[in-house]
């Protein structure tokens, strides 16, 4: 996979994310790093999740996401009736206090 972070952004955010309450969790499973994950979170009234993502860290308030692989992040916006957009993204940072859920090997459901 090509390097979308420069390496010293990349060492900042996962020094952060050592010092977080998520890091001793992720530092345990050590297959975690190997998996995608998808994150929920508000923005302003509105519910959004980003899908096939690695977590780089948390610094700052700041949650950072990067592409779990090259077909990027896949960002949903989600209504009363389910998803109403669907985006892609390279990075995602997203405030702490936004964060809803984390998930991790998210796989969807078909609907039927």
């Known amino acids: 996979m090509e390097d979308l972070l420069p390496r010293s952004v990349e060492e900042l955010f996962k020094e952060s994310l050592h010092n977080h309450p998520l890091g001793p969790f992720i530092g345990q499973c050590t297959s975690v790093s190997r998996l995608p994950w998808a994150v929920e979170f508000k923005c302003g009234c509105c519910c959004k999740k980003a899908s ?59 609907l039927g």
């Open 52 to 110: 096939n993502v690695r977590i780089v860290g948390v610094s700052r308030g700041l949650l950072l996401l990067a592409p779990f692989d090259l077909s990027g992040i896949t960002i949903e916006l989600f209504g009363e009736e389910g998803v109403i957009n669907t985006e892609t993204a390279r990075f995602v940072l997203i405030p702490w206090e936004n964060v809803c859920s984390l998930e991790v090997m998210a796989i969807p459901v078909p």
